[in-house]
């Protein structure tokens, strides 16, 4: 079964870090590009961070970049994400997020899409 | 930046009828651009992708259409289990903007 599981979520105070955890199985994961999308309470989805396959190409939102770090252990089929200098506004449910390539012949085009997400862990910043 | 702006916010619609649902980015994406359902205290699900792709396992009266700037989502005959929160998400680069949601819900 392809799946993803979160964790190291927790209650953490202002100014401090975290590291989240992603654990994939049931795929070939260092195949795959990877994303973290978080959902504040009440809120929509925002995309947080993308990490190539290989890691070669990474991306964050203006919101974390600077505070956040994004890596992964293929050998171990494991994603990560270092949050430092948290905020309140980083409270969120924080999921991981399998991205998968496809290539439509008709249009000549590649589409990208994440097909495969965790459930979530909680991410609490509150003094 | 891209921007995704979802219409309406909230849409209500008796079960059986049609809902459309509208996506609007502030510059193209071609067609890289998905869907993606969420009920209460359950992850995103992918629905569409490549603005008019059904992934694997979504029921026929879900269908996607548009490209560049304006997407629409269209659930042709609303079952019970289809009340949820829609989001669209483009992928033409590598951040993946999310639109803000749109709520259907039962009327």
């Known amino acids: 079964e392809v799946q993803l599981v979160e964790s190291g979520g927790g209650l953490v105070k202002p100014g401090g870090s975290l590291r989240l955890s992603c654990a994939a199985s049931?795929?070939?994961?260092?195949?795959?590009?990877m994303n973290w999308v978080r959902q504040a309470p009440g809120k929509g989805l925002e995309w947080v961070s993308s990490?190539?396959?290989?890691?070669?190409?990474?991306y964050y939102a203006d919101s974390v970049k600077g505070r956040f770090t994004i890596s992964r252990d293929n050998a171990k089929n494991s994603l990560y994400l270092q949050m430092n200098s948290l905020r309140a506004e980083d409270t969120a449910v924080y999921y991981c997020?399998?991205?998968?390539?496809?290539?439509?012949?008709?249009?000549?085009?590649?589409?990208?899409?994440?097909?495969?997400w965790g459930k979530g862990t909680t991410v609490t910043v509150s003094s | 930046e891209i921007v995704m702006t979802q219409s309406p916010a909230t849409l209500s619609v008796s079960p059986g009828e049609r809902a459309t649902l509208s996506c609007r980015a502030s510059?193209?994406?071609?067609?890289?651009l998905a869907w993606y359902q969420q009920k209460p205290g359950q992850a995103p699900r992918l629905l569409i992708y490549?603005?008019?792709t059904r992934a694997t396992g979504i029921p026929a009266r879900f269908s996607g259409s548009g490209s560049g700037t304006e997407f629409t989502l269209t659930i042709s005959s609303l079952q019970s289990e289809d009340f949820a929160v829609y989001y669209c998400?483009?992928?033409?680069?590598?951040?993946?903007?999310f639109g803000q949601g749109t709520k259907v819900e039962i009327k």
């Open positions: 997020a399998r991205v998968t390539e496809s290539y439509d012949s008709t249009r000549k085009q590649y589409y990208y899409y994440m097909d495969v």
């Open positions: 049931g795929f070939t994961f260092s195949s795959y590009s």
């Open positions: 990490i190539s396959s290989s890691s070669s190409y990474i």
């Open positions: 510059q193209s994406v071609s067609s890289n």
């Open positions: 490549g603005a008019s």
């Open positions: 998400q483009q992928y033409n680069n590598w951040r993946g903007a």
